[in-house]
């Protein structure tokens, strides 16, 4: 098992920038997968992006391609969401969640969740 915590959230205004971070304990994070997802104020939690395990695939929303880049220290047993030219748009918790096996853009697919940060962004 894992468990994850994020952190780096907080109020920026558009076109700022924010880097979240998602810190493991527990397994080594290079067992998994890792992914961000977001859930806006009434709606579904949506996917962002997604890394391998090894960092060498990225991919993205097209909401966010070009936007935001994920990373992944394995030594440091944390997985990262860099945000730049923020939009309001983009206001919501955002969660970090770690998948066993393979995993794309499904909610299902992942297997271990953090609690969430939240980002909020004034315009």
């Known amino acids: 098992q894992v468990q994850l915590v994020e952190t780096g959230g907080g109020l920026v205004q558009a076109g700022g920038s924010l880097r979240l971070s998602c810190k493991a304990s527990?397994?080594?994070?290079?067992?998994?997968?890792m992914g961000w997802f977001r859930q806006a104020p009434g709606k579904e939690r949506e996917y962002v992006a997604s890394?391998?395990?090894?960092?060498?695939?990225?991919y993205y929303a097209d909401s966010v391609k070009g936007r935001f880049t994920i990373s992944r220290d394995n030594a440091k047993n944390t997985a990262y969401l860099q945000m730049n030219s923020l939009k309001p748009e983009d206001m919501a918790i955002y969660y970090c969640?770690?998948?066993?096996?393979?995993?794309?853009?499904?909610?299902?697919?992942?297997?271990?969740w953090g609690q969430g940060t939240q980002v909020t962004v004034s315009s």
């Open positions: 890394i391998s395990r090894g960092g060498s695939g990225t």
């Open positions: 969640a770690a998948a066993s096996g393979y995993a794309t853009t499904e909610r299902t697919e992942y297997d271990y």
């Open positions: 527990g397994r080594t994070l290079n067992y998994y997968r």
